[in-house]
Structures are given as structure tokens and as C-alpha cells.
């Protein structure tokens, strides 16, 4: 089953929110390099949630955007 990955901006905060779920207060976070904070399941250690700081700065310093993340992707 495909799942629905939602992207917010905080103009204010500067923040790109990256969700595959609306955030929740039991997740844990943790700082994966590169001013990405991942929120994580506390059952599985899964990332459900992505949070990009300073994004429009990045957007301005480089052509591409580069998340140190690695995704499996299965085919069925």
C-alpha cells in the first residue's frame, strides 16, 4: 500500500515538516546530521516525521536539496 508523504513550510520557523503522520507526543527525536531533526516511532525506531531547518536557506545555497536519510522501498 502507498503512503502519502505531506510537506508544510513554517515560513516564520524556517522548518520544512516532512509527515507520514500527524506528529504525536510519544514519538522520540533525534538529530540525524545536518540540521534534520527525525521523529521516530517508539515502537519500531521508524521515521515517521522529518523536520528540515534553515530550508530556505538551503534552497539558496544549493541546486539540490540533500536529506542524510537512506529509504527502502519495496515493489509488490
Given at each position: 500500500m502507498a503512503e502519502n508523504l505531506i510537506f508544510q513550510y513554517d515560513r516564520e520557523?524556517?522548518?520544512l515538516y516532512i509527515n507520514r503522520c500527524s506528529?504525536?507526543?510519544e514519538q522520540e527525536s533525534e538529530e540525524?546530521?545536518?540540521d534534520v531533526i527525525a521523529r521516530l516511532n517508539p515502537q519500531t525506531g521508524e521515521i515517521?516525521?522529518?523536520e528540515v531547518l534553515f530550508f530556505s536557506q538551503r534552497l539558496q545555497d544549493q541546486t539540490f536539496l540533500n536529506l542524510p536519510i537512506a529509504v527502502n522501498f519495496s515493489l509488490a
Open positions: 520557523g524556517d522548518i506528529p504525536y507526543a540525524i546530521g545536518d515517521e516525521n522529518l
